[in-house]
């Protein structure tokens, strides 16, 4: 039986390896072993950052904003901060009984009144192309009287990005985003101020790659890819700069579900990240979007594929929360990463019902509440009731700031804007 | 003559080394030069006011989400590696080397910067300078280059790194002002993804829990990082930094089995909890504090955090935070509270 470990992990657990060392009387073949072992763990082993080193990537990156000013300035401290991983959870679209809907409400809604949590359930049965008649009747997304913005919110922010020439991944999970209301979105948003250092995207459409995770499974299967492709591009950084080509663009990385039918998948190829040859209004060098370091993370619904697999029971599901603690291991890792994303999850809420709201928590539970860094909910009013136009923002969790604070907003056409009230409210504390 | 002189000479020698082997080797005043420790003075009221924490020894801050241990590791980490008497003006702090591992990847740097910038320019203002003279800079400066930071985003990534810190820390601690602490936050940020391991295939006993028993067995080839054998390194790779550098560790702990359940309906102990860091971690865990947060009014359902934060939407009073001394056990029970400096006792009151 060899005394040296045969493997990186059993040298690592290994007891008796600092009695080896000490004693100085190993084999040739089992020092050059040793030596293999201890370079390969000096390898895996990750650096070791100084404040200073800390204080420099700090003062390098920028805010990214949210596209609503009142939930920047005041819930996240400027804005969305690269490295760091914001929850936003809040209730998901419902029919509530003898409400008249004032937005057109798509087909399968009004077929179906379900309760809310099988919303998911409808959206997971409309990509298998069941409900798929439906899919056009309300190409401006429907707003749903509970709904209180999450994928809006999402949208405004994918599309400020994207204007200010930001690589963003946009992962969706319940098909909820749709190329014409990102579009509306863009056009909607104010119109930026030029700025020197700042470059404007001719076409902000193409900055958005859109991929599409229906389990969990494939979007681990996504954020390794990401994670691998961060790695890729710290490599190529370190090589010589290649001279800019007019690729023709490899095709877009979507999950694609053979079931779709042809008008959804036209629609994901308008926003997805093709470099065709229009000519971008940078100018200089056009570089292609592979080569540009993700800004921008957003996964729409991260719930909606955890709780199907959260839960006690024996059964399929027991290692749910492996899965979870996974998921967010892969997006902190990646947002720590070089470049410095940052990441956008949403949640939607479990529990209680119309008449006791106030029980309603947010999904994923106890073991997902330590993992992100800041959590935002979006409460609106329910609906028939007088404050049901009453949106607020209000932050459960937040390292620089006490929770409780609450911003009111407003949805329109271009998602989620900062509330009518905003210049006279001060923003109030929920709580002491 | 000629025979007692050899005798003579030999039982000269044998005086001599009497006589040397009686000699002192050192004073107490060497000894103690030589061994003494610092207490470290950690600047958390929450644990100043009970014990002083010295090298070798190891504490567990153990609480389920939101109750404030980040920031709690933070302060410490502030308070240590403050500058004492810097450009004329004393911070109070100990000007010592810091290692933050960080497996949760919520330490914040805003925070730190913040909290030193709150201690900075209050020294100053205390020592008379005036606001608009203030400089914080070169104190932040001085402060930031003692604070080292690993981020590890796996069990492996962590081993890995402490095995191949060990003469970091030892240039670390040779440097002027020593290493003050050693900080980890969350060792259970990787539960669930270490409990999804299986154990080594064939022999060994199988499953998870057998893992720790030959030597053989872990040398095996394949042999996975299963929870058992992750905890039982990253406690002995601990006790071997201890053994080289005398420093104590402050580890926080995310307590995944809250005790309280509202479906049980017999009444528990708010503050006994399922614990999920296995044997040989629990052995080398010398300290443990226990901090809690509830809602304080009647519509809080079970403690340990589920229906605690939530039930805040209802507009109940003011969270109410706790914390208690599990080992060494101690009856009082401390209301804290947390703000931008980080945490601060409000009351100790009686057992609870």
Same mark, same amino acid.
């Given at each position: 039986?060899?005394?040296?470990?045969?493997?990186?992990?059993?040298?690592?657990?290994?007891?008796?390896?600092?009695?080896?060392?000490?004693?100085?009387?190993?084999?040739?073949?089992?020092?050059?072993?040793?030596?293999?072992?201890?370079?390969?763990?000096?390898?895996?082993?990750?650096?070791?950052?100084?404040?200073?080193?800390?204080?420099?990537?700090?003062?390098?990156?920028?805010?990214?904003?949210?596209?609503?000013?009142?939930?920047?300035?005041?819930?996240?401290?400027?804005?969305?901060?690269?490295?760091?991983?914001?929850?936003?959870?809040?209730?998901?679209?419902?029919?509530?009984?003898?409400?008249?809907?004032?937005?057109?409400?798509?087909?399968?809604?009004?077929?179906?009144?379900?309760?809310?949590?099988?919303?998911?359930?409808?959206?997971?049965?409309?990509?298998?192309?069941?409900?798929?008649?439906?899919?056009?009747?309300?190409?401006?997304?429907?707003?749903?009287?509970?709904?209180?913005?999450?994928?809006?919110?999402?949208?405004?922010?994918?599309?400020?990005?994207?204007?200010?020439?930001?690589?963003?991944?946009?992962?969706?999970?319940?098909?909820?985003?749709?190329?014409?209301?990102?579009?509306?979105?863009?056009?909607?948003?104010?119109?930026?101020?030029?700025?020197?250092?700042?470059?404007?995207?001719?076409?902000?459409?193409?900055?958005?790659?859109?991929?599409?995770?229906?389990?969990?499974?494939?979007?681990?299967?996504?954020?390794?890819?990401?994670?691998?492709?961060?790695?890729?591009?710290?490599?190529?950084?370190?090589?010589?700069?290649?001279?800019?080509?007019?690729?023709?663009?490899?095709?877009?990385?979507?999950?694609?579900?053979?079931?779709?039918?042809?008008?959804?998948?036209?629609?994901?190829?308008?926003?997805?990240?093709?470099?065709?040859?229009?000519?971008?209004?940078?100018?200089?060098?056009?570089?292609?979007?592979?080569?540009?370091?993700?800004?921008?993370?957003?996964?729409?619904?991260?719930?909606?594929?955890?709780?199907?697999?959260?839960?006690?029971?024996?059964?399929?599901?027991?290692?749910?929360?492996?899965?979870?603690?996974?998921?967010?291991?892969?997006?902190?890792?990646?947002?720590?990463?070089?470049?410095?994303?940052?990441?956008?999850?949403?949640?939607?809420?479990?529990?209680?019902?119309?008449?006791?709201?106030?029980?309603?928590?947010?999904?994923?539970?106890?073991?997902?509440?330590?993992?992100?860094?800041?959590?935002?909910?979006?409460?609106?009013?329910?609906?028939?009731?007088?404050?049901?136009?009453?949106?607020?923002?209000?932050?459960?969790?937040?390292?620089?700031?006490?929770?409780?604070?609450?911003?009111?907003?407003?949805?329109?056409?271009?998602?989620?804007?900062?509330?009518?009230?905003?210049?006279?409210?001060?923003?109030?504390?929920?709580?002491? | 003559?000629?025979?007692?002189?050899?005798?003579?000479?030999?039982?000269?020698?044998?005086?001599?080394?009497?006589?040397?082997?009686?000699?002192?080797?050192?004073?107490?005043?060497?000894?103690?030069?030589?061994?003494?420790?610092?207490?470290?003075?950690?600047?958390?009221?929450?644990?100043?006011?009970?014990?002083?924490?010295?090298?070798?020894?190891?504490?567990?801050?153990?609480?389920?989400?939101?109750?404030?241990?980040?920031?709690?590791?933070?302060?410490?980490?502030?308070?240590?590696?403050?500058?004492?008497?810097?450009?004329?003006?004393?911070?109070?702090?100990?000007?010592?080397?810091?290692?933050?591992?960080?497996?949760?990847?919520?330490?914040?740097?805003? !925070?730190?910067?913040?909290?030193?910038?709150?201690?900075?320019?209050?020294?100053?203002?205390?020592?008379?300078?005036?606001?608009?003279?203030?400089?914080?800079?070169?104190?932040?400066?001085?402060?930031?280059?003692?604070?080292?930071?690993?981020?590890?985003?796996?069990?492996?990534?962590?081993?890995?790194?402490?095995?191949?810190?060990?003469?970091?820390?030892?240039?670390?601690?040779?440097?002027?002002?020593?290493?003050?602490?050693?900080?980890?936050?969350?060792?259970?940020?990787?539960?669930?993804?270490? !409990?999804?391991?299986?154990?080594?295939?064939?022999?060994?006993?199988?499953?998870?829990?057998?893992?720790?028993?030959?030597?053989?067995?872990?040398?095996?080839?394949?042999?996975?990082?299963?929870?058992?054998?992750?905890?039982?390194?990253?406690?002995?790779?601990?006790?071997?930094?201890?053994?080289?550098?005398?420093?104590?560790?402050?580890?926080? !702990?995310?307590?995944?089995?809250?005790?309280?359940?509202?479906?049980?309906?017999?009444?528990?102990?708010?503050?006994?909890?399922?614990?999920?860091?296995?044997?040989?971690?629990?052995?080398?865990?010398?300290?443990?504090?226990?901090?809690?947060?509830?809602?304080?009014?009647?519509?809080?359902?079970?403690?340990?955090?589920?229906?605690?934060?939530?039930?805040?939407?209802?507009?109940?009073?003011?969270?109410?935070?706790?914390?208690?001394?599990?080992?060494?056990?101690?009856?009082?029970?401390?209301?804290?509270?947390?703000?931008?400096?980080?945490?601060?006792?409000?009351?100790?009151?009686?057992?609870?």
């Amino acid at each position: 039986m060899s005394r040296v470990p045969k493997t990186v992990e059993a040298y690592l657990t290994a007891t008796n390896v600092d009695a080896l060392e000490a004693e100085g009387e190993l084999l040739p073949h089992e020092a050059q072993a040793l030596e293999a072992l201890r370079a390969a763990a000096a390898a895996a082993a990750p650096p070791v950052l100084s404040g200073t080193d800390l204080y420099l990537q700090l003062a390098a990156s920028k805010l990214l904003s949210t596209g609503c000013e009142a939930i920047d300035e005041h819930l996240l401290r400027g804005g969305l901060r690269p490295g760091q991983l914001v929850e936003v959870c809040g209730e998901s679209g419902e029919l509530a009984a003898g409400s008249s809907p004032q937005m057109p409400m798509p087909l399968e809604l009004q077929l179906l009144r379900q309760p809310s949590h099988s919303i998911h359930a409808l959206k997971h049965a409309r990509n298998w192309g069941f409900l798929a008649v439906c899919a056009n009747t309300c190409p401006y997304g429907p707003f749903a009287p509970t709904a209180s913005g999450k994928t809006q919110l999402c949208l405004t922010a994918a599309a400020t990005a994207a204007r200010q020439a930001k690589r963003v991944v946009y992962i969706d999970t319940s098909n909820a985003l749709r190329g014409k209301r990102l579009q509306q979105v863009v056009e909607s948003l104010p119109p930026l101020a030029p700025q020197a250092d700042q470059p404007t995207a001719a076409d902000p459409l193409k900055f958005v790659e859109v991929r599409r995770c229906y389990d969990v499974h494939s979007l681990l299967q996504a954020l390794d890819e990401l994670l691998s492709h961060q790695a890729q591009q710290v490599q190529q950084a370190q090589q010589a700069q290649r001279a800019p080509q007019n690729s023709g663009g490899p095709a877009p990385n979507d999950q694609q579900n053979p079931g779709q039918d042809v008008q959804q998948q036209q629609q994901q190829q308008q926003p997805a990240a093709a470099m065709t040859a229009a000519p971008t209004a940078a100018g200089g060098a056009r570089r292609r979007l592979e080569d540009l370091p993700i800004e921008l993370l957003i996964i729409d619904s991260l719930s909606a594929l955890i709780t199907p697999v959260l839960g006690g029971g024996a059964g399929q599901h027991s290692q749910g929360h492996a899965l979870l603690a996974a998921a967010a291991t892969s997006l902190k890792a990646f947002a720590a990463g070089p470049g410095l994303p940052a990441v956008v999850v949403t949640n939607h809420m479990v529990g209680g019902s119309d008449e006791r709201r106030h029980e309603k928590r947010p999904a994923m539970g106890e073991s997902w509440r330590n993992q992100p860094h800041s959590r935002i909910q979006l409460c609106k009013g329910p609906p028939g009731s007088a404050s049901e136009q009453q949106c607020t923002a209000v932050l459960r969790a937040s390292p620089l700031l006490p929770p409780g604070i609450s911003v009111p907003y407003t949805l329109g056409t271009a998602g989620v804007a900062a509330g009518p009230e905003a210049a006279e409210v001060q923003p109030q504390p929920m709580q002491l | 003559m000629q025979v007692d002189e050899p005798q003579r000479d030999a039982l000269a020698d044998y005086e001599e080394q009497i006589l040397q082997w009686l000699r002192p080797d050192e004073t107490a005043g060497q000894l103690l030069r030589r061994t003494y420790v610092q207490p470290l003075r950690t600047g958390l009221p929450l644990i100043d006011r009970f014990t002083t924490l010295r090298g070798g020894q190891v504490l567990e801050i153990a609480s389920a989400a939101g109750c404030g241990r980040t920031t709690a590791l933070l302060q410490v980490a502030a308070s240590c590696i403050l500058p004492g008497p810097f450009n004329g003006i004393d911070y109070g702090g100990q000007a010592a080397h810091v290692l933050f591992f960080d497996l949760d990847g919520k330490m914040d740097v805003v !925070k730190l910067l913040e909290m030193l910038d709150a201690r900075i320019s209050q020294r100053q203002t205390e020592a008379g300078v005036p606001l608009e003279q203030q400089d914080e800079q070169p104190a932040m400066q001085d402060s930031l280059a003692r604070f080292h930071l690993v981020r590890c985003h796996s069990s492996f990534e962590l081993l890995a790194s402490l095995r191949t810190l060990r003469p970091a820390l030892d240039a670390l601690a040779a440097a002027p002002g020593g290493l003050a602490c050693l900080l980890i936050d969350n060792v259970a940020a990787f539960y669930y993804l270490d !409990k999804a391991a299986r154990g080594a295939p064939a022999g060994g006993g199988g499953g998870v829990f057998a893992g720790g028993g030959a030597a053989e067995d872990i040398t095996r080839e394949g042999a996975p990082l299963t929870l058992y054998r992750v905890h039982a390194a990253i406690a002995a790779e601990l006790r071997a930094i201890q053994r080289r550098v005398r420093v104590p560790v402050i580890a926080s !702990k995310h307590v995944l089995f809250p005790g309280g359940r509202e479906a049980a309906g017999q009444p528990q102990d708010p503050w006994s909890h399922r614990d999920s860091m296995m044997k040989p971690w629990q052995d080398l865990v010398t300290h443990r504090l226990m901090l809690r947060t509830e809602i304080s009014s009647s519509s809080s359902r079970g403690v340990g955090g589920r229906g605690a934060a939530h039930a805040a939407a209802a507009g109940a009073g003011p969270p109410v935070r706790l914390a208690k001394w599990v080992l060494p056990e101690d009856a009082a029970v401390v209301r804290y509270g947390l703000d931008q400096d980080g945490v601060h006792v409000l009351q100790v009151g009686g057992p609870s």
